[in-house]
């Protein structure tokens, strides 16, 4: 943990991280763009695991545990999954606004199909589901708007970094 690029990384994250923690909208957290970051940027990928787990459990141990914990942190690893396939391309904007959007989507789509299954806000039929899903779509407004906007500074303050200190790019 010595490499000045892992300890700026790592800093990074966890500095996003902190935002979970401060009053913000419903799902405009840096969650999602710190797994995506992780994984993308995170030479050891038990690192880039570690650090959105870390940061959850231990927010999570502040703000509450819940019996979601296991879909919510499976998309999680999804999503540094995601930050793997962007490791050649994180200095395309496009490439990086994809990633965004498709964490967002995949968090949208996989947490409130969980809830759904759940039956006790929504029926279990297809209409249950349409509900479920209509009700969540502020949420995912946010959830996208906080992966992108997380992104662009976490992606955006390495890149300014790296050619600000030459020392943390990669050799």
């Not at 391309?89 to 995949?106: F, K």
């Not at 249950?128 to 708007?145: E, H, I, K, R």
């Not at 997380?150 to 990669?170: D, I, N, Q, T």
Request: proline share 6%.
């Amino acid at each position: 943990m010595k490499s000045p690029r892992l300890l700026f990384i790592v800093s990074i994250i966890v500095f996003a991280v902190v935002a979970r923690l401060i009053p913000h909208p419903f799902n405009f957290t840096p969650i999602g763009a710190a797994a995506l970051f992780a994984g993308a940027t995170l030479e050891r990928k038990r690192f880039a695991f570690l650090v959105p787990f870390a940061a959850m459990l231990l927010s999570d141990a502040i703000l509450g545990f819940h019996s979601g914990m296991p879909v919510v942190y499976g998309c999680f690893a999804a999503i540094v999954c995601i930050g793997f396939a962007l490791r050649s391309r994180t200095r395309s904007p496009l490439a990086l606004l994809a990633g965004a959007v498709s964490s967002a989507t995949l968090f949208f789509i996989v947490t409130n199909f969980y809830v759904w299954t759940e039956g006790t806000l929504y029926p279990l039929t297809l209409s249950g589901l349409v509900t479920c899903y209509v009700a969540a779509v502020p949420f995912y407004g946010n959830q996208l708007a906080g992966d992108a906007v997380y992104a662009a500074v976490l992606f955006g303050g390495l890149a300014f970094a790296e050619h600000r200190f030459p020392k943390l790019a990669v050799a």
